[in-house]
């Protein structure tokens, strides 16, 4: 089992910047994946990012097209805490951020999620 808990969303204006962030607790975080997922409203639910544990002490990060270049998955593993910092921010980016643990890997740009969810955090980004 893992718990996961968002914070770190809130109101922004275009061109503005956000940092969200979970924290997981529950199974050994170094060695977990973790993405991030997104779901604006009458929308389904779409990969942000994801950051995978690979063995040892190396990640990778995989973005999804969209926020390529605009968006940066991090982790700190001592705090068991993973982070999405979020920078030129559109309102098209204005949507609840879930985070996600154990994801797997489809391709570069895409990950399908895993079962671990978060609560979510409420971003929007006003024009």
């Known amino acids: 089992q893992v718990q996961l808990v968002e914070s770190g969303g809130g109101l922004v204006q275009a061109g503005g910047s956000l940092r969200v962030s979970c924290v997981a607790s529950g199974r050994t975080f170094r060695r977990l994946s973790m993405a991030w997922f997104r779901q604006a409203p009458g929308k389904e639910r779409e990969f942000v990012a994801a950051i995978s544990w690979s063995g040892g002490s190396t990640y990778y990060a995989y973005y999804a097209d969209f926020v390529k270049g605009r968006f940066t998955i991090s982790r700190d593993n001592a705090k068991n805490t993973m982070y999405l910092q979020m920078n030129s921010l559109k309102p098209e980016d204005t949507a609840v951020y879930y985070c996600?643990?154990?994801?797997?890997?489809?391709?570069?740009?895409?990950?399908?999620?895993?079962?671990?969810w978060g609560q979510g955090t409420q971003v929007t980004v006003s024009s």
């Open positions: 996600n643990a154990d994801p797997k890997f489809e391709h570069s740009t895409m990950w399908s999620a895993g079962v671990y």
